[in-house]
Structure formats: structure tokens, C-alpha cells
């Protein structure tokens, strides 16, 4: 079982495709997702109380299209493009949900060389965030059955995560136990804009946003997540500073009982909100073309599995107390 966990669990380790970021933005788009459609979803139907509404991050590469020129977007009916996606889907299940429901739809994501320009991601993230508008909006009306619900959303998936905590209603926001931002930064701008991101204080509000952004040092933050207005330490739950211990194996990539469990020491920055983590001796979890050495971005939610199940289990029984 352990070995079967690890295999779907490449997760987290983004691999895309080879191809140069072209300068014009006006791409061509696959075929928009069909919700209603069930191959365009993976449930995990529990019949909990509460569910998990999941954003996955970024699995796509730039790709050649039929004519040769590159494709920035993934194509949800595409088998080749669908597998990375589903192998997320299925990991941080199978990682962070325990007994409640999953539900996480494909999306017309951008490429990961999207992210090496703010002009192009601009222009490009509308699409994405449009598809899984749509994906949230039939999941309340279709799918949800009006039961409270997690959002969860990793890197690119959280940054999408936050558009729809900004679009929420009231009525949808009494039934939001919580939401986790996993590897990102929210900008002061963003917090003071929106009334439903509200922070988390500890293990137990609800109705809160969660974030966390893990680094070796502040020189290794990727570039436009060097602040966060929203951070808590995901393994003390607290805001602080005061340091915790984190005793973990490191890699997903490799069996649990093949490897040696680091002892780790996790500190929350409160200047800059970011999670500066020592003791890390994995050497597997560099980004491609976005990543920088101490960054840990590849392992955001590998590392604090336990605590991330833990805790939304926690924050769903008190909100159904």
C-alpha cells in the first residue's frame, strides 16, 4: 500500500513539456470542458457530511499542436494530457482527504511557460479561471447537495482558488468550512479587497483562509510570492513565529520505507509571511524553468499530509458542531 501511495503521488513535481513561450498571447484553445460530462471530474463519493472541492496545479507543458506550433493549454479530452492531471487528482486524495468526499475538475489549465512572463500569464489565466468557474458553479448546483465543502487549490490551482473566493456569495460562503491556499502568496491588495478571505489564527476557525509558501531562505521565493498578507505555520497552526518540528520522509517519489524521515524545523516569517524550512535533505525538488534551489514548492502538500488531513478534518467537525 505504501508503494501504491508513492506511484500516484507524482503529484507535486511538475515535469512539462519542451517548447519555447511564443510572444503573441492570442492562442488557440482546445475544446471547452463539458461539466455535466463525468469524465471531465474525479469524485471520490464517501458519502460524508462535507466535501473537498480540489484545484490541481500546474501539469502541462507547452505541447505541439497538429500544425506543429505550440499549444499553451491543456486539452481535457486528451488522454496524454488528461494522465498528469488525474495522477494529481488521485494523489492528493488519496493524501488529504481521508473520509471526506473529492471532487476536483479538469481544466483548461495554462502551460507551466506561462509563468515565465506576468504579460502572458494575464492573458492566459482567464481561460483557466473561466473553466473552473464554470466546474464550481455546477458542482453547488449538481454535485454538492448543499453540504459544507473545503476549497483547496495548489499553486496554479490556488491562485485560481482565490478568484473564486472573491466572486463567493454570501449564501455559498456560510458553507465554506475553510479554504487553503497551498503555495502561494496573497498580495495586501487582494486580502483588502475580498471580505470572504479571511485568515486563519489557528487549528480550529472557520469560514478562514489557509496559505503557506515554503522556502529555505528568503532568497529562494520564486519571483512575485516574496510577501503574503495571509500565512500560518501548517504543522503548530500558528501565526507567530514560534518555530515547530516536522519529522517527515521527503520525497514522494520514492517509497516511504525506502527512506530516512528528516527532522525539520518550520518557522513562519511574520515580515514577510513566508515558511522558511531547515533541515530539508531532499535533493529531487527543484521546479523546471520556474524553480530556484531551496525553493519547495514541489513538496507543499507532500510534506505537511498529515497535518493537512488532520486539520481539515478538525475545522469540518467544528463547523458541523
Request: hydrophobic share 40%; aromatic share 10%.
Amino acid at each position: 500500500m505504501k508503494q501504491l501511495v508513492t506511484v500516484i503521488i507524482s503529484i507535486l513535481l511538475i515535469v512539462p513539456c519542451t517548447g519555447q513561450t511564443p510572444n503573441n498571447v492570442g492562442d488557440s484553445l482546445p475544446k471547452s470542458p463539458d461539466y455535466a460530462d463525468t469524465t471531465q471530474w474525479y469524485v471520490s463519493n464517501r458519502k460524508a457530511a462535507a466535501d473537498v472541492f480540489y484545484i490541481i496545479s500546474t501539469e502541462t507543458g507547452d505541447y505541439p499542436g497538429i500544425d506543429g506550433s505550440p499549444q499553451h493549454f491543456a486539452d481535457t479530452y486528451a488522454d496524454s494530457l488528461r494522465q498528469p492531471m488525474l495522477s494529481e487528482m488521485v494523489g492528493v486524495d488519496t493524501l488529504i482527504s481521508g473520509r471526506l468526499n473529492y471532487y476536483s475538475p479538469y481544466y483548461r489549465q495554462c502551460s507551466l511557460q506561462t509563468f515565465l512572463d506576468a504579460k502572458t500569464e494575464a492573458a492566459r489565466m482567464p481561460v483557466a479561471i473561466g473553466d473552473v468557474r464554470r466546474a464550481f458553479k455546477h458542482y453547488l448546483q449538481s454535485m454538492n447537495g448543499g453540504r459544507p465543502f473545503v476549497l483547496a487549490g495548489f499553486s496554479q490551482g490556488a491562485m485560481i482558488m482565490l478568484e473564486l473566493l472573491k466572486e463567493m456569495d454570501a449564501d455559498t460562503y456560510r458553507r465554506m468550512v475553510a479554504a487553503y491556499a497551498i503555495g502561494i502568496a496573497i498580495p495586501r491588495r487582494t486580502l483588502d479587497a475580498c471580505k470572504y478571505i479571511v485568515p486563519a489564527k489557528d487549528a480550529d476557525d472557520t469560514g478562514v483562509t489557509i496559505c503557506y509558501n515554503s522556502v529555505r531562505d528568503a532568497q529562494a521565493v520564486m519571483k512575485g510570492w516574496e510577501r503574503s498578507a495571509v500565512a500560518i505555520n501548517p504543522v503548530n497552526w500558528r501565526t507567530d513565529g514560534t518555530p515547530a518540528t516536522l519529522v517527515t520522509e521527503t520525497s514522494p517519489l520514492v517509497p516511504v520505507d525506502r527512506q530516512k524521515a528528516d527532522t525539520m524545523t518550520v518557522s513562519l516569517d511574520r515580515a514577510t509571511g513566508l515558511l522558511f524550512v531547515s533541515g530539508f535533505t531532499g535533493t529531487d525538488y527543484q521546479l523546471p524553468l520556474i524553480g530556484r534551489e531551496g525553493n519547495y514548492h514541489s513538496r507543499e502538500i507532500w510534506l505537511y499530509r498529515h497535518q493537512l488531513r488532520d486539520n481539515m478534518a478538525r475545522r469540518v467537525a467544528n463547523f458541523l458542531r
